[in-house]
T-cell receptor, first 109, second 115 residues
Framework: GQQVMQIPQYQHVQEGEDFTTYCNSS?????IQWYKQRPGGHPVFLIQ???SGEVKKQKRLTFQFGEAKKNSSLHITATQTTDVGTYFC?????????WGAGTKLIIKP | KAGVTQTPRYLIKTRGQQVTLSCSPI?????VSWYQQTPGQGLQFLFE???????NKGNFPGRFSGRQFSNSRSEMNVSTLELGDSALYLC??????????????FGEGSRLTVL
C-alpha cells in the first residue's frame, strides 16, 4: 500500500542550529500537508503544498514539494525553544491522507 | 468559531470493558476522522466519516467502530478493551471529505488508559 516515509525520527539540535525533516512517498501525491504537535498537545496544521516544485516560507520555516510530487521537506532556520515538538507530513493520494511517522525536534539544553 | 470538542478528555477502563468517545466537529464541517496515537508513535488512522457515511477505514480490528450523526457529531467505540488500546484518541474535522484536500482541525484528544 501507499506509504510516506519520514526521516529522521528524532533530531537533537542546539538552539540556533537548523533543523530539517524529509518525507518520501511511494506514490505521487496530489498535495502534502505539514502539521506540528507540541509536547502534550494535538497536531496543528502548518501548511499545504500543491504544485510540483513548490516552495513556501513562513518566517523561519521553509517548505518544499518535490518536482515529482513524491517528496517534501521542512527546514527550520535558527531553531528556537518554541519550535520544540513533533513535525508530521501527510500526503494526499488515492482519496486517502497518508501520514509520515513524524520527526521529533529536541533542543539540547 | 468553536474548535473541535472531544469528550471525555481522560478515562480509565479495565480490560474487557468497552468505551465510547465523542467528537463534535467545527460547525459546518462534515468530515470527521479518528486517529490513535501511542507514545512515540505517529498517527494511526482509524476511520473517516463524511455526511454519516464511513468513507475510509484504517487497519484496525473490528473491535473499533464508529458512527456519525446527522449533525456531524461522531462517536467511536472500542469493545473488549485490551491493554494495547491505551492511547490518545484524536478526532479531526475538515470542511472536505478525504477525496479532496483540506486542512484537518484536531481536538485535544481523549486519553484512554486500560488497566
Amino acid at each position: 500500500g501507499q506509504q510516506v516515509m519520514q526521516i529522521p525520527q528524532y533530531q537533537h539540535v542546539q538552539e540556533g542550529e537548523d533543523f530539517t525533516t524529509y518525507c518520501n512517498s511511494s506514490t505521487t501525491l496530489s498535495n502534502i500537508q505539514w502539521y506540528k504537535q507540541r509536547p502534550g498537545g494535538h497536531p496543528v496544521f502548518l501548511i499545504q503544498l500543491v504544485k510540483s516544485g513548490e516552495v513556501k516560507k513562513q518566517k523561519r520555516l521553509t517548505f518544499q514539494f518535490g518536482e515529482a510530487k513524491k517528496n517534501s521537506s521542512l527546514h527550520i532556520t535558527a531553531t528556537q525553544t518554541t519550535d520544540v515538538g513533533t513535525y508530521f507530513c501527510a500526503g494526499h493520494g488515492n482519496y486517502q491522507l497518508i501520514w509520515g511517522a513524524g520527526t521529533k525536534l529536541i533542543i539540547k539544553p | 468559531k468553536a474548535g473541535v470538542t472531544q469528550t471525555p478528555r481522560y478515562l480509565i477502563k479495565t480490560r474487557g470493558q468497552q468505551v465510547t468517545l465523542s467528537c463534535s466537529p467545527i460547525s459546518g464541517h462534515r468530515s470527521v476522522s479518528w486517529y490513535q496515537q501511542t507514545p512515540g508513535q505517529g498517527l494511526q488512522f482509524l476511520f473517516e466519516y463524511f455526511s454519516e457515511t464511513q468513507r475510509n477505514k484504517g487497519n484496525f480490528p473490528g473491535r473499533f467502530s464508529g458512527r456519525q450523526f446527522s449533525n456531524s457529531r461522531s462517536e467511536m467505540n472500542v469493545s473488549t478493551l485490551e491493554l494495547g488500546d491505551s492511547a490518545l484518541y484524536l478526532c479531526a474535522s475538515s470542511g472536505y471529505g478525504s477525496g479532496s484536500s483540506g486542512e484537518l482541525f484536531f481536538g485535544e484528544g481523549s486519553r484512554l488508559t486500560v488497566l
